[in-house]
């Protein structure tokens, strides 16, 4: 799963080499002196997201979530997009369907990299508007 955590990718001269082990070390781009500390808010378009094995889009895995997520720990804000693409893909298929390979860039973010949270029981969330379909 790529959201907030991936935006900085194209910062490094290498960036194939955060994908593999699950993306582990992708907080480190955050470090960079030309990134740290200046993003001060995260805005995620979910208004129609996409919950499907990647890298190729399958339009059946689109759906209207019709949402904007607003944070400003990308740890965190991955962890709620996280949260909400596996209830839609455990929906979807009306049984478990984890995500492969495990996202792990979202907790070594917080662990490795300090990006904030990732543990979604930690995590402030305020809902606002209609609370058909959230999923969290």
Known sequence: ???SLKNYINFSE????????????????????????????????MLR????PGPQINPLHRWNYNGILVGT???????VCLKIC????NLFKG??????PPPESIASADKLFKLGT?????INLIRLGWEKDILI
Request: aromatic share 10%; glycine share 6%.
């Open 1 to 3: 799963i790529a959201v």
């Open 14 to 45: 290498n960036p194939s080499k955060y994908h593999h082990a699950g993306s582990v070390n992708l907080g480190e781009v955050w470090m960079r002196p030309e990134v740290k500390g200046k993003t001060r808010l995260i805005i995620v378009d």
């Open 49 to 52: 997201p996409y919950f499907g």
């Open 73 to 79: 720990e990308p740890a965190a804000v991955d962890a």
């Open 86 to 89: 596996q209830a839609k893909r």
């Open 95 to 100: 049984e478990e369907w984890p995500i492969t």
């Open 118 to 122: 990732s543990d979604f029981s930690k």
